[in-house]
């Protein structure tokens, strides 16, 4: 059964996906006086996409952690315009490295190196590390090659190989050196024991001037990240936005002119029908080409079908007050276990736990469909329990007083070799057949983006939509402004980078 939802006016925005593109999308319409024209189309009950914050039982969990920390001035404004000064926190940021029952400085520290590892180990690193100055690997394309290169075997068996082949599933020596670049950039044993030995008033530095990794404090929501996109769709729908949650869309109809008509089923199976002039879509974007009516043609199709996905579970621990720590997050660098990092929810805000226990959280990287993605959520809590243990972050199993767990699918898109072909084959289909569906955020673009990134694809399709304008949505690239000097252009030409980066996975046959 089909039933229209709206008169087709001379501007109606169709918003696909209420995480931060969409909620921004529908926030500047707002701003421009379209709140009425707009209705967003969310698939889930609630809005935040992969930045909401999760609640079951007065616990709050962000997926994946959201440090609220951007150089692109728009989205920096946009943040406080929504939430507001009084409901943002500023956090000290702390991340550690865990490996063998320590707790090793990230990024590293030669000094506190030097302490943990003993200084028969050390010293052989630094021989490791000498070593591959003179022999340098062979192939540094690789994420394996690019940090011996900077770091020697020995630290690199240590602390890189174990963490980065759990995020990606596959061995660090098939990982693109594109990942280890964005990530490390400068960053080498010679430059951390240079910091080491240089005295702290000769080492401070602006910190506009200083990459993601090693900022020292940054904003957040003092509920969690969902508490900002839970916020904006508070206030657009106050000015007369619609947000219908629980709807899958499952055609995109369009003619000569584009697309004119949105599709959705709700949970009933009840068909809803929505008559457009724009469509901003944040649904991945094989899915969208997929749902069009007429249909693409078959390469664009195939090109639909072709896109991987790599997927992220939490399992949420409550545990008393004492097994709190200060860091945001440990990566866990130890192969016996499978747990890549352990946030603790505490260490972000204080508001998202409760008196006298603090929440933390066991985050997983996986393939969707594939093996702990299926179990029983009560075995997903027993092993969270009990690596927990094997880490010494409890003492005792008995200590976790509840557990939850939290699926993420679609988290992070794949780079592999086919998938810029793909991209580029649908973004063409798109161009000529539906110029008035404008692809932005993680999914809808199928890049690695952080929520400021997609934010600012969403403002620039709406400056087009309403403006006239011409940005080039693909080329921004706030990732780069995070890793060098501060220039003001918010957006770079579409050869100087992916957006943020992710490495490039090996295609298997």
Known sequence: MTSPETPSPDLAVVVIGAGPAGLTAAWQLMKAGHASDVTILESD?????????????????DIGGHRFFTKVRAVDDLWWEILGKENFLSRPRQS???YQGKLYDYPLSFMNVLRNLGPVEAVRCVASYLWVRVHKPKNQDTLEGFIVARFGWRLYRHFFKAYNEKVWGVPASELSSDWGAQRIKDLSLFRAIKDALTPKRLAKRDKSKMVTSLIDEFNYPKLGPGMMWEVAAEKVMA?????????????????AGGVHEVVAVDGAGVEHTYQCSHVISSMPIGALCNAMEPPVDDPTRAAAVDLR?????????VVPQEFSFS???????????????????????????????????LEYFLNEGEGMW????????????????????????????AGYVVRMPKAYPVYDDAYQGNVDMMRKWLSANAPNVFPCGRNGMHRYN????????????????????????????????????????????????????????????
């Open 450 to 509: 952080n929520q400021d990134h997609s934010m600012l694809t969403a403002m620039l399709s709406v400056e087009n939509i309403l403006d006239g304008t011409e940005h080039d949505v693909w080329s921004v690239n706030v990732e780069a402004e995070y890793h060098e000097e501060q220039t003001g252009d918010a957006a770079r030409s579409a050869s100087a980078g992916t957006g943020r980066d992710a490495p490039f996975l090996p295609r298997k046959p």
């Open 96 to 98: 550690r490295i865990f």
């Open 374 to 401: 299926n179990r029983p959520d009560e075995e997903l809590i027993e092993q969270g329990t009990r690596e927990l243990h094997r880490l010494g972050l409890i003492s005792a199993p008995d200590r976790v007083e």
């Open 239 to 255: 000015a007369g936005a619609k947000i219908e949650f629980d709807r899958r869309v499952t055609a995109i109809r369009h003619g």
């Open 327 to 361: 860091d945001n997050w440990i990566y866990i660098h130890d192969p016996d276990v499978e747990v890549g990092r352990v946030q603790n929810f505490g260490s972000w805000s204080p508001f998202m736990v409760k008196d006298g226990r603090t929440c933390l959280g």
């Open 45 to 61: 009950d609630v809005v935040g996409g992969i930045s909401r914050t999760v609640q079951r039982d007065g616990w709050r969990f």
């Open 309 to 317: 996905y790599r997927a992220h579970l939490t399992v949420a621990l």
